[in-house]
């Protein structure tokens, strides 16, 4: 659940800890990631798998918190 996510996520946990302490396949999410940004206008002015990458090995910011990330926040 969101409210979870947010938990582990102000706990500090990345999002690579709580997709495998959820037993989540870490590459699967991976990819499907990957293959989604591709998509997005803006893929070829980035290093998509840098961010995947930074996404899923450096800690959330919490819900709400001005910068977070789209889709996290609650007031979004």
Same mark, same amino acid.
């Given at each position: 659940?969101? &409210? #979870? $996510?947010? !938990?582990?996520?102000?706990? %500090?946990?990345?999002?690579a800890e709580i997709i495998t302490a959820?037993?989540?396949?870490?590459?699967?999410?991976?990819?499907?990631?990957? &293959? #989604? $940004?591709? !998509?997005?206008?803006?893929? %070829?002015?980035?290093?998509?798998?840098?961010?995947?990458?930074?996404?899923?090995?450096?800690?959330?910011?919490?819900?709400?918190?001005?910068?977070?990330?789209?889709?996290?926040?609650?007031?979004?």
């Open positions: 659940s969101m &409210e #979870a $996510l947010q !938990e582990e996520a102000a706990g %500090g946990a990345t999002m959820n037993g989540g396949d870490v590459e699967a999410v991976k990819a499907q990631l990957i &293959e #989604a $940004l591709s !998509e997005t206008p803006n893929a %070829g002015e980035e290093d998509i798998e840098q961010r995947v990458s930074d996404l899923l090995n450096n800690p959330l910011p919490m819900s709400g918190v001005e910068g977070g990330p789209r889709g996290l926040r609650d007031d979004q």
